[in-house]
């Protein structure tokens, strides 16, 4: 089949950046990046700059991949990363547009790929739960209900990829952040640094220049991992009831 | 935690709290909303007395004038609920502008409601609306022939004007669509979702959305059909 690309070229993070036509051919059974890894090899025998997009697992897990094609964050087939978007869901002929996450908080490296610290910088302010090291505790001495680890699976499916802040015409972080908090939150092993959790996430997310909710689902329906919104008011309760009844212990420090 | 400051205040994370957070803006949005979207359901009530007649609608109004108590005890609850509300909008508006400095060449939507992309619209305009609405029918500046306590005259000669009418319409309109996501969202903002109750609640915002647009819309359409005169 026959493509027509428009592609985001930006040659690095300081530079403008604009959109670039390609044609390319690509049969059915490839994956969207296959296609790519194809069009990159037409592009370094005649000599030209590839395009650069991020990507690892290739098999919709790790959370490395991810672009916007035709306005959808990783393309039109739900519950799939672009790394498992196979080209039989395009036609001959179709005209895509790829462009990066588009957000602050994610600012683009090059071409398609975007700086996703800013996930790290929410993890590492309380996507964690204190554990001492040594033996490991017997698997079944802490009942869990059945109902709370099946959501805490739900919500650890997450892999971060960003495609919710992507999406979202807010470049709110909610839904990763609040599948962060469930996972851990719905679980005992979470509870200690429930409150904590939710304060010191949220304000990270606001460091890191992400915006704020709108209750639109735009995340929900692109989120290679089905993600719900559920989870955000999850996350809403925790920070409500937190920011309410957290009693700060104020380190005097001089 | 790091040092650095939070986009919305400027604070450190350490001191981060309610009201400085989205979500704390959030929960404020969602309790005035809610108490505003509880005051245009009874104003719509109150308001479709027209239909009985001008005695019962000017004795109802007469009666809210009298007790001057629960008159200003309602409108300085609503002045600050307006307040709250557009403060909290106006703030994350500018977050979202922070947020999301550059545009997408193309975007599409994957499964949003057009009124949950427009809130940020429809409620500037409905702000505008009850500004006018105030200097039309409360305080007269914008009506044409004004006078004090006869209310079922200024409704219907205010109507009589077609560009009024139809502002009051379009923006009936607009408040329809910011409760069809905004009666809904307003739970889902203060925590509240569950597989069970949300389906619900959203076709309970849709049902409230469409009986306020009615009711409002009724009553100009009403006067310019010549119904109510
Ligand atoms: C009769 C007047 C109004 C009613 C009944 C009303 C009601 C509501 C309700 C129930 C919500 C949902 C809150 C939530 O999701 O937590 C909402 C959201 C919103 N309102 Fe209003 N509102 C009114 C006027 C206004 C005005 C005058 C403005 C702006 C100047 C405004 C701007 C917004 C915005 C931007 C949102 C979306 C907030 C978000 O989802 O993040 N509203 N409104
Ligand atoms: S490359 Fe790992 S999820 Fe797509």
Redesign the pocket.
């Known amino acids: 089949m026959k493509l027509t690309l428009h592609i985001w070229r930006q040659k690095n993070a300081s530079s403008p950046g604009k959109m670039v036509r390609y044609e390319t051919d690509a049969n059915e059974h490839m994956s969207f990046l296959e296609m790519l890894d194809v069009l990159n090899e037409g592009l370094i025998a005649k000599g030209e700059e590839p395009v650069a997009f991020d990507h690892d697992c290739r098999e919709g897990i790790c959370g490395s991949c991810g672009f916007v094609i035709n306005g959808v964050a990783h393309g039109p087939l739900p519950s799939t990363t672009v790394c498992q978007l196979h080209m039989r869901h395009f036609k001959d002929g179709d005209e895509l547009y790829l462009e990066p996450w588009r957000a602050a908080a994610f600012p683009v490296i090059k071409d398609l790929v975007v700086d996703r610290s800013a996930f790290d910088r929410i993890i590492a302010a309380g996507g964690y739960i204190s554990v001492s090291t040594g033996s490991a505790v017997d698997a079944n001495a802490l009942p869990v209900r059945k109902k709370d680890s099946d959501m805490a699976m739900d919500a650890a499916q997450c892999i971060g990829c960003g495609a919710c802040v992507a999406a979202c015409p807010n470049a709110s972080a909610s839904l990763f952040l609040s599948a962060k908090m469930s996972h851990l939150g719905l679980l005992p092993q979470g509870q200690p640094e429930r409150m904590e959790r939710a304060l010191n996430m949220v304000a990270a997310a606001n460091e890191g220049l992400f915006g ?4 639109i689902g735009e995340c929900e329906a692109v989120c290679p991992k089905g993600i719900r919104l559920e989870f955000i008011a999850r996350m809403n309760r925790d920070f409500l009831k937190a920011a309410w009844t957290f009693r700060q212990e104020r380190v005097e420090s001089d | 935690m790091s040092a650095a400051a939070t986009a919305l205040t400027g604070k450190s994370a350490e001191r981060f709290r309610f009201w400085d957070s989205p979500i704390g803006k ?2 404020v ?2 309790a005035t ?2 108490i ?2 509880g ?2 359901t009874g104003h719509m009530l109150g308001n479709l007395q027209i239909y009985l007649g001008p005695e019962k609608l000017d004795a109802y109004a007469e009666f809210l004038q009298q007790t001057k108590g629960l008159l200003w005890g309602a409108r300085i609850t609503l002045l600050i609920c ?1 307040a709250l ?2 403060t909290a ?2 703030q ?2 500018l977050l979202q502008k922070k947020a999301r400095p550059q545009a997408y060449v193309k975007k599409t939507s994957a499964g949003s409601s057009y009124a949950s992309r427009t ?2 619209w ?3 305009i ?2 505008a609306f ?1 500004v006018f609405h105030l200097l039309h029918f409360t305080t007269g500046q914008a009506h044409p022939d004004f006078q004090h306590g006869a209310v079922y005259r200024n409704v219907v000669t205010g109507f009589q004007s077609a560009p009024a009418s139809l502002f009051y319409i379009v923006a009936m309109l607009l ?1 329809g669509a ?2 069809y ?3 809904w ?2 739970f ?3 925590g509240i979702n569950h597989p069970k109750y949300t389906p619900v609640f959203k076709k309970l915002a849709a049902l409230m959305a469409a009986v306020l647009v009615g009711g409002n819309v009724s009553i100009p359409v009403a006067v310019m059909t010549g119904l109510i005169r």
């Open positions: 704020s909710c709108t209750n | 959030k929960a949005m969602a909303g809610f505003l979207f005051f245009v307006v509300h557009v909008a106006i994350l508006a809130m940020y429809s409620g500037p409905l702000l009850i408040l910011h409760l996501h905004g009666i969202s307003m889902q903002s203060v």
